[in-house]
């Protein structure tokens, strides 16, 4: 899939930029240029070509996002048309303001992470690259690429469910697997990081301020778009959450580098729906959220993967393009004499083996559940399946020690022993929502699938679980 790319190196006061992949539409007096130029002219042409909506890259070393963000604490940045391009605020005033005005301790800390950000690269400046990328599930086919699916692609695939991790306690950032970390975002990149903002999203960005970079030319996400960064480094320790947020100190980022020199950090921001109530529980809002997070969980590059991965076993392109975007309606069908199961798990076999990138997994929560209103239930099925259905070998789940999620572990083992695949869970919560919004079920989705499990004090071996007369 073609995709933009556009480097930024600190070289002194002024600053370079190499497009070392060019879109064969820029005019041939911009292409494989090297541009030395005032700052404010520089960033402009960023946000001329991240701004588009299609899928682009950006890479800037750490120097330079250390020099943005400088600007920003000193309120240089124009904002007089962010607005009308659809960017969130950059310059920091709003947060200091904060402190006069309705002050409330989780504001003053909040600057306090940004202010051991600067102490940290005034005595050591880091060394590496951060990336920002937006991506895009096109709204039209185009080749080589996943467009934006339907309801039958989700009702009728059968790529099998993943491994699902349930964790109780702990914090996305604090995992150690070389995984995908979940942003709960808003639609503007960084939400009110630089305002009142104090939940998941506002608190990563504090943590790690180098993501506030992306602010300054990242517009807002559109229904078919997520915004990938890797490489951030996180330079503080916190305790708390929303009004008991607080600063606790240093943090040194242990995490290793890639070929590119960016930490093995790698956020996805998704944005849910907001106060969505019981239309959540409508077919088009059911499939704005799961394309929403399949566009953040699926490399897009997977697509000549899969390709190359049927191919392999006798079937040829116009095939492997009716599975994948019909897919067939039983999980039996084969592939060169082959399951669909057993060639995809080959596939995760392979990777793993070769210590492949793409054995890359999600790490996740309760995504729009807080502050935006979601059903947890709800949402744990929606990511589990975008994530199945994007090859991700498992899905970590931090619960967060929410009641509705207490069941969750049982649930998903009891599904997994069961080979459920992607279809099949997708066609139970298409049915479970509209009993659900038509007022026929008052319970959770975990609760109305096993119903014998809402005596969860009593742990129920697999052997005991029920069978369902509405299975598919």
Known sequence: MECNMIFLFSQGPIFSIDRAK?????????????MRTSLGSQLYDCLFWVGSS????????????????GC????????????????PTINFDHL??????????????????IVHYFERICSDMPVGIVSFERKVLPLEGRPLCISYPNSKFWSNSVIPLCRVEVQNSGL???????????DFA???????????????????????????????????????EAIEIIGAERFSSYTGYASSFRFSGDHV????????GRRKTRIIAIDALCSPGMRQYKQE????????????FFDQSKYQQYERLFQENVYCEAQLDQKLHETASTSGETYGGKSVNQVIRNYEKNCQNMGHEHNIGIVTGNWGCGAFGGDPELKTMIQWLAASQALRPFISYYTFNLEALQNLDQVTRWILSHEWTVGDLSNMLDEYSCQKYKGQTNVGFLTWLLPSLSSHDVEMPDAEMPDLPNMP
Not at 172 to 182: H, T, Y
């Open 96 to 113: 200091f303001a904060s402190l006069y005005d309705s002050y409330n301790p989780n504001q003053e800390n909040k600057i306090r992470c």
């Open 172 to 182: 996305i950032e604090d995992q150690s697997s070389e995984a995908l970390e979940v």
């Open 54 to 69: 299609t899928s682009q890259s950006l890479l800037s070393s750490n120097e330079l996002i250390g020099a943005l963000l």
């Open 186 to 224: 808003n639609k503007y990149f960084g939400g009110g990081a630089l305002r009142r903002g104090c939940v998941q999203e506002e608190i990563r960005f504090m943590i790690n301020p180098e993501l506030i970079a992306g602010m300054l030319f990242l517009p807002s996400m559109a229904e078919n």
């Open 285 to 296: 809002c059911l499939l704005r959220e799961i394309n929403k997070a399949f566009c953040g």
């Open 253 to 260: 980022d242990k995490r290793d580098v890639d070929c590119f």
């Open 22 to 34: 060019v879109n064969p539409d820029i005019p041939s007096n911009l292409k494989h240029s090297h």
């Open 72 to 87: 920003s604490l000193f309120c240089l940045f124009p904002v007089s048309n962010r607005g009308v391009k659809h960017l």
